[in-house]
């Protein structure tokens, strides 16, 4: 989002040190631009604007890595209650098979066994009802012994899944803050432009609108296989699609949800935020950069667009400007990413 709609590199250097930890984000975006948006002289005001955005899209990129971790945590949290649901069907089972038995013995069992053969009509049926007892017994001893494992296995499964449970509500809380952080900095965002002079405003707008409307000369590039031929292929396709934030397509985007829907495409699953993006293949050096890499922007990795050719990335900006091309050095490269 932040600071996309100029193509000078000089233009971008500002607010680079923003760490990407969820329990700092909020705080860090929280306390930034805390001044009111109308305060800005109007010969700043595109430059705050570009801050308020880039502010944003960190916020955006802490929402999207606790919203993937709460995904990631809601299922696993299905699965530990589904295993539990049957362990505790095999508890139950167990329960009425040991009760079972123990009705059997009581039945058969319930006089001294010399009084029993005393009295038998058949000793050659009653030692073998006795060897048939003795076996039940070893077997119920056997069941008992299971059942007790089985027992202490879904009391640690429960306790488990009570801490992802506990887990899952803090990143469901860590979603709200950021999805406010976000829609609180893309409202000043909003309030300022607005405020801008007609010309300053208009002026902006148009660069926003127009920044990908004359398409870049890409004659004679190919990509180096077909997997990022592929993963181009469907960012091309991406074409003029509006920025969404926390959307990852195929009606809307932000920066790393169009690289991970373009790749999803071509069969590769990448992570959800531009961060983990940054790792999610070979870094290599600029100079070695391919049509195809993933080209992740400012020290703190909250921009990512993906490598055209000939000098241009595709990618989504923020918010007012959809998918399109710009110069691979619109603002600082912090690394190239080989998927």
Not at 89 to 109: D, K, V
Not at 147 to 157: F, I
Not at 236 to 248: E, Q
Request: proline letters at 6%; hydrophobic letters at 40%; a positive charge.
């Amino acid at each position: 989002m932040g600071s996309h709609r100029r193509l000078a590199p000089s233009g971008f250097d500002r607010g680079a040190t923003v760490l990407c930890v969820l329990s700092a984000t909020a705080a860090a975006l929280g306390a930034a631009g805390a001044a009111p948006a109308s305060a800005a002289p109007n010969g700043e005001g595109p430059a705050e604007v570009d801050r308020l955005y880039e502010e944003a899209e960190n916020a955006t990129e802490a929402y999207n890595k606790a919203d993937e971790q709460a995904g990631k945590l809601r299922e696993q949290v299905r699965e530990a209650q589904d295993h539990i649901a049957r362990q505790q069907q095999r508890i139950n089972t167990m329960r009425e098979e040991l009760g079972s038995l123990a009705g059997a013995q009581y039945r058969s069992g319930g006089i001294d066994p010399a009084v029993a053969l005393l009295f038998s009509t058949d000793p050659g049926d009653y030692l073998d009802k006795a060897a048939a007892l003795d076996r039940i017994g070893t077997r119920q001893a056997d069941r008992l012994l299971e059942l007790q494992s089985v027992m202490r296995e879904l009391a640690q499964e429960r306790a488990a899944t009570a801490g992802k449970l506990a887990e899952l509500e803090k990143n469901r809380k860590a979603v709200a803050t950021h999805k406010r952080t976000v829609e609180r900095k893309l409202a000043k965002a909003r309030e300022l432009l607005n405020s801008l002079p007609y010309a300053q405003r208009a002026a902006y707008e148009r660069a926003s609108r127009d920044g990908g409307a004359d398409l870049p000369d890409l004659r004679g590039v190919s990509a180096p296989n077909g997997r990022a031929a592929a993963a181009i292929a469907a960012a091309r396709s991406a074409l003029g699609r509006p920025y969404v934030w926390g959307a990852n397509g195929p009606a809307g985007f932000d920066c790393s949800g169009l690289m991970q829907w373009s790749y999803a495409q071509a069969g590769v699953q990448l992570p959800r935020t531009s961060q983990a993006q940054r790792y999610a293949g070979q870094q290599v050096p600029f100079s070695q950069i391919r049509p195809g890499d993933l080209v992740v922007y400012r020290s703190d990795a909250g921009h990512v667009a993906m490598y055209a050719g000939n000098g241009q990335v595709i990618h989504a900006p923020h918010p007012g400007a959809p998918v399109r091309y710009d110069p691979v050095g619109m603002m600082p490269v912090s690394s190239v990413t080989r998927v």
